[in-house]
């Protein structure tokens, strides 16, 4: 009798794990959960690159501004320089620090006015030109753009866009468009970031190895790359001060 109740027991407990699906890991902002950019936001939000609001959200289709992209782009790279040269920036405004961190690192050169803009949201042209500054990104000498608005891309952004686009780091909106005046939304941001950036070095005995298409920015105190091939750029940041790169087995470093 004891081995039948057993049986039935278990049984039962089969029937209902089988009954009940496995719950799904809660999203970090819940406006972001089954949204198209989910995952970039959470990669990035979840090594501090990307913050939500004060009420927990994170706004994903929002136009990001320049304050907030400054303030991207600090945590990111981890710029501490400073530069008071933006009329528009109040010294004690809460992206005071990142704006002129980014100026001073020569990544943000505001619009010739001395004008920073902090507030006005930024262009797809503009975070294409500041992230490719700072990642040190360029286009190769047969890089084209190929999109039907191709010729409404300023020309202080055809090289940061054309390097972009020939590797496939950023796609049009439709009709094959590429839209570089049009103002970037915030999950935007976070799927440029991770198309740009393939591996994130948070720690220093983090290792490097395989195949690697996009960019390896070293953040930490180092990196070590064991049988590694990275296509494009090893860029150290600001906040790894003196990484020390090891480059161990058959390692290949464009």
């Not at 081995?3 to 009940?20: D, G, Q």
């Not at 990307?50 to 706004?59: A, P, Q, R, V, Y």
């Not at 054309?162 to 909106?173: D, F, H, P, Y």
């Amino acid at each position: 009798m004891k081995r039948k109740i057993l049986s039935l027991v278990l049984s039962l407990a089969m029937l209902v794990s089988l009954a009940v699906p496995a719950l799904a890991a809660e999203a970090t902002f819940p406006d972001v959960q089954g949204h198209w950019g989910e995952s970039s936001v959470e990669r990035w939000a979840g090594v501090g690159v990307l913050n939500g609001t004060d009420t927990g959200s994170f706004n994903p289709d929002a136009n990001m501004t320049r304050a907030e992209f400054a303030q991207m782009m600090v945590n990111l790279m981890g710029y501490t320089g400073k530069s008071g040269t933006f009329s528009d920036v109040p010294s004690d405004a809460w992206y005071a620090g990142a704006i002129n961190a980014l100026a001073a690192a020569g990544v943000m050169q505001g619009d010739g006015n001395g004008h920073a803009n902090p507030l006005s949201s930024i262009s797809r042209a503009e975070a294409a030109v500041l992230l490719c500054r700072a990642l040190k990104l360029e286009p190769s000498s047969s890089a084209k753009l190929s999109f039907a608005d191709a010729s409404s891309v300023p020309s202080w952004a055809e090289d940061a866009m054309a390097a972009l686009s020939e590797r496939g780091m950023i796609s049009g909106v439709g009709g094959n468009q590429i839209a570089p005046l049009v103002n970037i939304t915030r999950a935007s941001v976070a799927k440029l970031i991770d198309n740009m950036v393939s591996v994130y070095v948070t720690s220093a005995d983090q290792v490097v190895t395989g195949t690697v298409k996009g960019l390896v920015v070293v953040a930490a105190g180092g990196a070590t790359f064991t049988d590694a091939t990275v296509k494009e750029n090893v860029v150290v940041a600001p906040k790894a001060g003196a990484a020390a790169i090891k480059v161990t087995g058959k390692s290949t470093i464009d």
